[in-house]
């Protein structure tokens, strides 16, 4: 079952794997360090066109022959635009407000293209493929990774026929990978990552990648330990050099600003540095991914160009005061280093068994 999980891991000299950071600061520059420096590098495609993803995987093939993973967002349903009106008309009272609309992000034209073009690992945010879906991706060699927030969601996922679990607590930055969003649920509180490996791993027999807050070695050590396979981050990665995140976002990651979940940006629950747009419009913001997430396209775009950090979606998860400014290469390379002296630390700790 997970016999092609095992190749990948066998042929990663650390078990670190990029999280999929669409919108910016996803590069193929940054993907293929991590690869080379013995990690999984993943592409994100979130946003693109199947042709853009393909151009961005072969920018990407052409910088590293490291086994790569390609991210997609699993399309949900649309929203009646009554659901959404007066939140629209909020908005609009102070804010340049776009055409709010749905869109399944290219979904059946990018698994065509990865059917077609076969990459390691495809991994799938906001749902879970089909059971024929996964089949077409495993007849071309592609292992298929699901991420989820629940015992429920990864049972959803090992139907499918998931070869790998993505296990995504509360901590994580940008939008949580819930396969369906709903504000009734905002009053349930989210799984931190820790409680979430324990359930899994008593629950289902896949292997699993945490992810959500992890930012140092003994973060890594600690995943591993409570079951995890490897990890997957993101935020610690948003300072590199090789990343692709604008300069609103990168600056104001080495403040001490909290984080917070919100879907006033996108419509989708996500968690970014706390601002006064998050502030003002959260509490209001109702579940409507894409079309919110069009509708505030060019407010966000005027903040980034103003190079103002109170209008634009600062995603980062809680640990985002770790962010170094390293080279992704020597990044991966400090955390792996960090991860062994950390287990080792752990390992030497005296037990007394009563």
Known sequence: MDETFLVIIDELRVPIVLAPMAGGPSTPELTAAVAEAGGLGVLAAGYLSAADTAARIEA??????APLGVNLFVPGPPTPPEDFADYLAELGRDHEVGTPKYDTDDWDAKLDSLVASPVAVVTCTFGCPSAAEVDRLHAVGSEVWVTVTSVAEARIAIAAGADVLVAQGAEAGGHRATFVDRVADDQTDPLGLLALLQLLTAAVDRPIVATGGIGTGAGIAAALAAGAAAVQLGTVFLRCPEAG???VHRGALASATPTMLTRAFT????????????????????AAYPEIHYATAPLRAAARAAGNPDEVNLWAGQTQLLTPELPAGELVRTLAAETKTALNAALSRRILVC
């Open 60 to 65: 990407t093939r052409a910088l590293t022959d």
């Open 245 to 247: 995140t604008n300069p």
């Open 267 to 286: 419509g989708r629950r996500a968690r970014g540095l706390r601002n006064e747009f998050m502030t003002e419009h959260t509490a209001n913001a109702p």
